[in-house]
């Protein structure tokens, strides 16, 4: 099993905010990337806040598990990061509209699940191809089902940024859930927009085919989004779960 995660904050941000956690869990791994909204500061402190309570709450439950559902784990993951960023957020005026995407992936034996909220990804990528997993939650993916404009259309919209799910925003946050068998061969890749928004599926699935490690194809792909002239903050998490004879 291999695994690695890199962060960048891009040639036109002044700060960070994104944050991610990544690490070996039960058997497998357990990774979370999460993107900040609320100004500078405030995004920062909310995806920093999200990725680190999910983490601990789902390492914690996942090693003390008896069988129980992983979905149902990583469910409940999001929802104790939700509590702690709303609840800061509800402490003070200037935490106001403080929130975070957040995506997220447990690989064990011959299963990868996840979890979402927002419009940061997973994607599991082969030799046959390119997976988007998971779904955005955004006012251009509405567009997009609607028939309204085109997938290709949607990655340049000038609504992109509006997202319509997020950690934080509300007292309650729903989640959405997949379960994918994992593959001799299989990558995964969970990442923030910034990513997305520069590189297309065909140049992820390019960079991740060539590349013989986690490591590199992580590095790979942060390196070609920032020359790109990537305009967002870039994290990349990638998971190879069946290589050195994992």
């Not at 905010?17 to 357990?30: M, P």
């Not at 061969?185 to 013989?212: I, N, P, Q």
């Amino acid at each position: 099993m291999e695994f690695f995660g890199l962060s960048d904050k891009g040639p036109h941000r002044t700060e960070n905010q994104d944050s991610f956690e990544l690490g070996a869990v039960r058997d497998g791994v357990l990774a979370v990337v999460c993107d900040g909204m609320g100004g500078e500061a405030h995004g920062l402190l909310a995806s920093d806040l999200a990725a680190g309570r999910f983490f601990a709450f789902a390492r914690a439950a996942l090693d003390a598990s008896d069988g129980e559902d992983p979905e149902d784990i990583l469910c409940q993951a999001a929802d104790a990061a939700n509590r702690k960023v709303y609840r800061l957020a509800q402490q003070s005026p200037e935490y106001g509209g403080m929130g975070t995407t957040l995506v997220a992936c447990y690989c064990q034996g011959n299963a990868a699940h996840l979890v979402n909220v927002g419009d940061s990804r997973a994607y599991r990528i082969a030799k046959d191809g390119i997976l988007q997993i998971t779904k955005d939650h955004s006012l251009v993916q509405e567009m997009i089902d609607r028939g309204e404009i085109t997938q290709s259309q949607g990655r340049r919209h000038p609504q992109l940024k509006y997202i319509t799910r997020a950690i934080g925003s509300e007292r309650f946050v729903k989640s959405d859930v997949f379960t994918v068998p994992i593959r001799d061969g299989d990558c995964f890749v969970l990442c923030s927009d910034g990513l997305v928004k520069t590189l297309d599926d065909a140049e992820m699935h390019r960079v991740a085919l060539a590349e013989d490690t986690a490591e590199a194809a992580c590095r790979t792909l942060v390196r070609e989004a920032m020359e790109q002239d990537a305009r967002d903050n870039v994290t990349v998490v990638v998971i190879y779960p069946k290589k050195g004879g994992a």
